[in-house]
Nanobody
């Protein structure tokens, strides 16, 4: 099992920047990929960005060119740098990790961190 703990959310004005972090612990060596989802009130959870253990990244079209996902293995930490924030980026951001345990892929989630962008 991988344990995840987000931090760094908050209130920011439109056009501003914010970085959210996700500290990982537990079965880190078994992680295949990690990433961030967001969920706005009344909406489904959506994939924002992901990164594989080898460093390959993917982004939702809505955040390409504005958000950057990265990881620092030495710190067991995943980051999401968010620039040029818009009101529609307001959501709870969840980090996740997909790991391979006993031949099965397991997804673990963090508890979420709130990002609010004021217009």
């Amino acid at each position: 099992q991988v344990l995840l703990m987000e931090s760094g959310g908050g209130l920011v004005q439109a056009g501003g920047s914010l970085r959210v972090s996700c500290m990982l612990s537990g079965s880190i060596a078994s992680i295949l990929s990690m990433g961030w989802y967001c969920q706005a009130p009344g909406k489904q959870r959506e994939l924002v960005a992901s990164i594989t253990s080898g460093g390959l990244t993917t982004y939702a079209d809505s955040v390409k060119g504005r958000f950057t996902i990265s990881k620092v293995n030495a710190k067991n930490t995943l980051y999401l740098e968010m620039n040029s924030l818009k009101a529609e980026d307001t959501a709870t951001y969840y980090c996740y990790a997909d790991s391979l345990l006993r031949g099965l892929v397991r997804r673990d989630w963090g508890q979420g961190t709130q990002v609010t962008v004021s217009s």
